[in-house]
């Protein structure tokens, strides 16, 4: 089973609109960290936003923002304001047990972002 | 700020040929990694390296490959007789040790096989 689903496989948004980048994931580990990064046409990877399963209010970093509902298991990314400079590959990832040395970051399959002027 | 740096940027390899692909973690990050992503498609987990041992390794990282820490500094990810599939950009990254710290990827190296 997929541990991480990303159901966008392409998103298209207008500059200064914000947009929603879906993310589900499967764990029955209580102690998880989930990340999104974002890898740009260029190829490197990015790190954009963290939250952990034990964290009572949804993460946020200047224009991003993560929807963390955990009954539903979903951390959807949230961009506001759009800009030209985001368009790119987004990945939402996780790490089951976190209190363990070195376990595996574990991605979805992406989701495509454009925006346009 | 520090980064994680590999090197070459980009290998081009006959078919059965051995490369090494070398990593330079960020100096007190203590957990290495190494992933695959074959051209537009997911990133894969291949292995995790720690106090010089594997700590978790996927079904793709078998007997044709290989993680190291020769020298302290280094760290190297060697695949075997390399096949037209092992074509792909790896990636190496690094963790501090603090279990919500991001993975720091360094900027990849592209293995092209011919």
């Known amino acids: 089973a997929q541990k991480i689903t990303q159901t966008q496989p392409g998103m298209f948004v207008q500059e200064k609109e914000a947009v929603t980048l879906d993310c589900t994931y499967d764990t029955s580990d209580p102690s998880y960290g989930l990340f999104w990064y974002k890898q740009p046409s260029s190829g490197e990877m990015i790190f954009l936003i963290y939250q952990g399963s034990y964290d009572q209010q949804n993460a946020t970093e200047g224009r991003y923002s993560l929807n963390f509902q955990k009954a539903r298991k979903s951390a959807n990314l949230v961009i506001s304001a759009s800009q030209l400079g985001d368009s790119a590959m987004y990945f939402c990832?996780?790490?089951?047990?976190?209190?363990?040395?070195?376990?595996?970051?574990?991605f979805g399959k992406g989701t495509t972002l454009s925006v346009s002027s | 700020e520090p980064e994680v740096t590999q090197t070459p940027s980009h290998q081009v390899t006959q078919m059965g040929q051995e490369v090494i692909l070398r990593c330079v973690p960020i100096?007190?990050?203590?957990?290495f990694y190494w992933y695959r992503q074959i051209l537009g498609q997911k990133v894969e987990f291949l292995v995790s390296f720690y106090n010089n041992e594997i700590s978790e390794k996927s079904e793709i990282f078998d007997d044709q490959f290989s993680v190291e820490r020769p020298d302290g500094s280094n760290f190297t990810l060697k695949i075997r007789s390399t096949k037209l599939e092992d074509s792909a950009m790896y990636f190496c990254a690094t963790l501090s040790g603090d279990g919500g710290s991001p993975l720091h990827f360094g900027n990849g190296t592209r293995l092209t096989v011919t």
């Open positions: 100096s007190n990050h203590l957990y």
């Open positions: 990832a996780m790490r089951e047990g976190l209190n363990q040395a070195g376990t595996a970051l574990i």
